[in-house]
């Protein structure tokens, strides 16, 4: 088992680095570093006295991802709020497929994020693992056309974790990217294909090993749907603490800012910025489109 650790913070330290289990890490926070595969976790025989960092557990070449998870099926039923559906925005019917833009001004390339108050409030609840203890999490946004999400996909399943942690998160991407496939009909994808991960710290940077991990994560979706043909985004989703009180008016009313949309909710500033297959600045160009 290959275990890629990778950190999301930037803060201005001096660089240590580390053999862990074979691997370099690099770190600037001066701590102890850990690693464990999923299935230590779950056998109970993990030392997690220090940081576990982001391990993404895969196997040697097999797209199964190893033994540490089981694969997602198109029965798998993501855990969470049970008030809150699997695909917020299409809660009951298979994600649509259409080809293209047509008829838009975005060029591809160009993510755009529909300026709705209620897609705002779910994007929030999954920022915020949908429980009020902030811990790294992963999730999706897919869509019909190569520049608009309208699929809002949660994966915080434990099945798909190893740990996850207000500064680290274990995930089994091919996992994740078999749960995504699942919901849509054998040979159709979908056009855009955006993949986020929090970062409770705020940071919209990405590390050197988020830059290193990124082309097996688009990877596995290019497994799993059988096909490179969709816009595919990394995404970090940044949470702060603003510590205000925003009134209703001031609250899921997204902007643009440094090239990223941002958003107020009653305890945290949201911010998403997007990236390309590496997770290689600069960052993709990001709109906000008027619904309706």
Same mark, same amino acid.
């Given at each position: 088992?290959?275990? =890629? @650790?990778f ?5 201005d330290e001096?660089e ?6 074979g691997?370099t ?7 102890e ?7 230590? =976790? +779950? ?7 220090g940081l ?17 998870t089981s694969?997602?099926?198109a029965t798998?039923?993501?855990s ?5 559906p +699997? ?10 497929v259409s080809?293209?833009?047509a008829?838009t ?6 993510f ?6 209620d897609?705002?409030q ?7 693992n949908?429980?009020?203890? =902030?811990?790294e ?7 019909p056309?190569?520049?608009?999400p309208?699929?809002? =996909?949660r994966l915080d399943?434990?099945?798909?974790y ?13 996992a994740? $990217?078999?749960?995504?496939a699942?919901?849509?009909?054998d040979?159709?994808?979908p056009?855009?294909i955006?993949?986020f991960?929090t ?6 940077? @990405?590390s ?6 990124a082309?097996?994560?688009?990877? $596995?979706?290019?497994?799993?749907f059988?096909?490179?043909d969709?816009?595919?985004f ?31 909710? +009653? ?5 998403l910025?997007?990236?390309? +297959? ?8 990001? $709109?906000? $489109?008027?619904?309706g």
């Open positions: 088992m290959v275990r =890629i @650790p950190f999301g913070g930037d803060d001096p240590t680095h580390e053999e862990v289990d691997v890490v690099t770190s600037n926070r001066d701590i570093v850990n690693t464990a595969s999923v299935d230590e =976790i +779950e056998a109970g025989t993990a030392d997690l006295g576990t960092v982001h391990a993404i557990s895969m196997g040697d070449g097999d797209s199964s991802g190893g033994s540490s694969r997602a099926s798998d039923t993501p969470g709020p049970t008030s809150e +699997e695909t917020p925005s299409q809660p009951s019917s298979t994600p649509t080809p293209d833009d008829g001004s975005y060029s591809r390339g160009t755009v994020l529909p300026a709705d108050r897609f705002m779910k994007l929030e609840a999954r920022g915020l949908g429980h009020q203890r =902030i811990v999490t992963v999730y999706v946004l897919a869509g056309s190569y520049t608009r309208t699929d809002l =996909i399943n434990e099945e798909y190893g740990s996850a942690t207000r500064s680290s998160v274990s995930f089994n991407p091919y994740m $990217a078999d749960k995504v699942a919901l849509y009909p040979g159709e994808a056009k855009l955006a993949r991960h970062h409770p710290r705020g940071t919209l940077q @990405p050197g090993q988020d830059k290193q991990s082309p097996k994560v688009r990877s $596995a979706f290019e497994n799993a059988g096909t490179d969709f816009e595919f990394h995404g970090i989703h940044g949470l702060e603490e603003h510590g205000g009180n925003p009134g209703p008016d001031e609250r899921q009313s997204p902007s643009v800012r440094s090239n990223s949309l941002q958003w107020s909710g +009653e305890r945290f500033r949201h911010k910025a997007v990236y390309g +297959e590496r997770f290689e600045p600069p960052r993709k160009d990001v $709109a906000l $489109a008027q619904e």
